[in-house]
């Protein structure tokens, strides 16, 4: 990160705004099945139902970490933000299985890359709920975080917008 | 400075749910805590980054506490890591 941005010099610097990795809909992590991510313990965010098994690149930056299950997911945006996105809940549980990566840790990407895909009907059918966290979890880093739940979204659609 | 070492026992090691409820535990202290796993080291109050640390089954992770309260802290999160880990 540039001085410049360091200084937060105008909102617009300070705002961000994050595109959806998934088709499907949005919905608050309250929704969310799993006090980890219903009581905001990763942090604050938003969940996403999915709609197809492909997850993408909200942003551009670095493969923080691709956990070996391929199930979860961590990135770190260009400005500094630290991306959790976990593909369904209890999911580390199926050890791989259904998960088919793009990417690997420290992989730079770009909005758009695809990153994952993930067969639902089989996560579903080894009873998993396949519900998406996505989760900022330098929480503590941003005065605002701002979901837009309640719609369909397609990939890249905004979801979030954060505020230094 | 007090330093414990720990070896994971759980099957699917340093995932997100541990790694959430380990910062939310460690967030309560004012030392400073770093995780440690063979060479690399990480702020242990960052989820990402002790995910980033990939810790599995049979890994044995350092922890380190410095600061005023780093008895105290400690103690929490042996307690933690027995209970969860």
Do not use: W
Not at chain 2, 65 to 81: H, K, N, Q, R, V
Request: glycine share 10%.
């Amino acid at each position: 990160m540039g001085f410049m941005e360091k200084l937060g010099l105008n909102n617009r610097e300070k705002e961000l705004i994050i595109g959806s990795p998934m088709k499907g809909e949005v919905c608050p992590l309250t929704e969310v099945n799993d006090p980890v991510f219903g009581e905001k313990i990763l942090g604050d965010g938003l969940a996403i139902k999915p709609l197809a098994g492909r997850l993408v690149a909200p942003v551009n930056g670095t493969v923080g970490m691709l956990f070996d299950t391929k199930h979860a997911i961590s990135l770190i945006s260009e400005q500094g933000t630290e991306i959790l996105i976990h593909v369904g809940l209890d999911t580390v549980n199926l050890k791989g299985k259904f998960y088919k990566s793009f990417v690997k840790t420290g992989d730079k990407i770009k909005e758009g890359d695809l990153l994952l895909e993930f067969d639902m009907e089989q996560i579903k059918a080894a009873g998993y709920d396949v519900i998406t966290p996505v989760i900022i979890c330098n929480t503590a880093a941003y005065s605002e975080i701002n979901p837009i739940t309640g719609k369909r979204v397609e990939e890249l659609e905004k979801i979030l917008i954060i505020k230094k | 400075m007090k330093e414990i070492k720990y070896v994971i026992k759980d099957e699917v090691g340093i995932h997100a749910r541990p790694a959430g409820l380990f910062v939310k535990a460690a967030g309560k202290f004012n030392c400073m805590i770093k995780m440690k796993k063979d060479t690399a080291d990480v702020d242990a109050k960052s989820i990402l980054g002790i995910m980033s640390l990939g810790v599995k089954k049979g890994d044995e992770i350092t922890i380190t506490f410095d600061g005023s309260d780093e008895a105290e802290a400690s103690d929490t999160i042996t307690a933690f890591l027995v209970e969860n880990l």
